[in-house]
């Protein structure tokens, strides 16, 4: 699977849309964008996923670049309770997920 | 509701003592995984199993054993031989439905420590 990079930590205040990127420059044709945000001590939860178009659900968008070399997760309106550590994976078929060490978001009054 | 219950949330085991930690589903998955996290780290992979009575091994197998006898239990036993088995312990599953079915789901988890 290919590699990710997410930059350590990030600040967004409340309400604001926070913008988290990921790089992912050898991906390959048939590999999805998977994001998870793990608040402490808790499970990760899975937010969203894509292939090659920008996607949205209730909770997120992604957006995928053209060539699939990066993507940017976007949470709307962050409010306290996004505060947490996003994981960017790329996955390919029936593969395993591999968590690298993630972004830390702190959303702030 | 369906979701993943692992327990307990909280262990203490002593030095040489074997341990073993419970992952029950109720969603119909027929994949299941463990993973590991120690502080400030990501998770990695144990064990996992595709289908009732196979599974392989993952990144970090050794000291460890699981079993899938039933499809809703994927239990992990953590045994003497894991040199440092102190860490957060995470169970998932997934449907084997294909990318467009979305992803992991994963327990609460259970914290390990060795006293």
């Known amino acids: 699977d290919a590699k990710t990079t997410q930059p350590t930590s990030m600040d967004c205040a409340e309400g604001r849309a926070a913008n988290l990127p990921c790089n992912h420059s050898?991906?390959?044709?048939?590999?999805?964008v998977y994001w998870y945000r793990q608040i402490h001590s808790q499970g990760p939860q899975y937010i969203i996923h894509g292939l090659k178009n920008n996607e949205t659900n209730e909770m997120a968008s992604l957006i995928i670049t053209e060539d699939r070399k990066s993507s940017t997760l976007i949470l709307p309106h962050a409010t306290l309770r996004d505060t947490a550590v996003y994981y960017c994976i790329v996955r390919k078929g029936y593969s395993t997920l591999t968590f690298g060490k993630g972004t830390m978001l702190l959303v702030s009054p | 509701d369906g979701g993943i219950t692992q327990s307990p949330k909280y262990l203490f085991r002593k030095e040489g003592q074997n341990v073993t930690l419970s992952c029950e589903q109720n969603?119909?998955?027929?994949?299941m995984y463990w993973y590991r996290q120690d502080p400030g780290q990501g998770l990695r992979l144990i064990y996992y199993s595709q289908i009732v009575n196979d599974f392989q091994k993952g990144d970090i197998a050794e000291g460890y054993s699981v079993s899938r006898e039933k499809k809703e239990s994927f239990p992990l036993t953590v045994t003497s031989a894991q040199k440092n088995p102190t860490a957060f312990y995470l169970c998932a599953s997934r449907t084997s439905g294909g990318e467009t079915v979305g992803g992991y789901t994963f327990g609460s988890g259970t914290r390990l420590t060795v006293v």
């Open positions: 969603l119909n998955h027929d994949a």
């Open positions: 050898t991906i390959s044709g048939n590999e999805y």
